[in-house]
């Protein structure tokens, strides 16, 4: 990659390692896409994660809002520390959990998670403009996939 922080996606293919990863969590917009290119090959991020070397990556469908995206990652996260628990059971429970999510969790997560941070009150004024359970549409947890060894 160059010093300006872009690089040539050829590279990520040719020079990433990630044989020691058991999983990638790619939560930016549409990251799980892969394109039809010539031949019917499909080439995207999630396959040089995976010809990179590691088992599993989990990519977004679609963009996903920062705040439920940083919700399942953290559980997410939590979750695949016990590496007896699969990652496709992982980012299941992850989901449900998000989904059920009450909004006074939802805030009391991100007090715990954000701390005294200026952005802090902000982030708290839109989470009170969410719904009850603010996460029960499968738009907000239901574009993460998990590709790979599964």
Do not use: N
């Amino acid at each position: 990659f160059r010093s300006d922080g872009k690089g040539r996606f050829s590279r990520v293919f040719a020079e990433l390692d990630l044989r020691g990863c058991r999983s990638v969590f790619m939560g930016a917009c549409e990251s799980g896409l892969a394109r039809a290119e010539v031949g019917a090959e499909y080439i995207g991020l999630p396959s040089a994660m995976l010809s990179s070397g590691v088992r599993y990556v989990v990519g977004a469908l679609w963009t996903i809002p920062q705040v439920a995206t940083a919700v399942v990652v953290a559980r997410y996260l939590e979750l695949t520390r016990d590496e007896t628990v699969p990652v496709a059971a992982a980012l299941c429970q992850a989901q449900r959990e998000v989904r059920a999510m009450t909004r006074d969790q939802l805030s009391s997560w991100v007090r715990d998670v954000m701390g005294p941070r200026p952005q802090l009150e902000g982030v708290l004024h839109e989470v009170a403009q969410l719904e009850e359970i603010p996460y029960a549409h499968p738009y907000y947890w239901a574009g993460l996939q998990v590709i790979g060894d599964v």
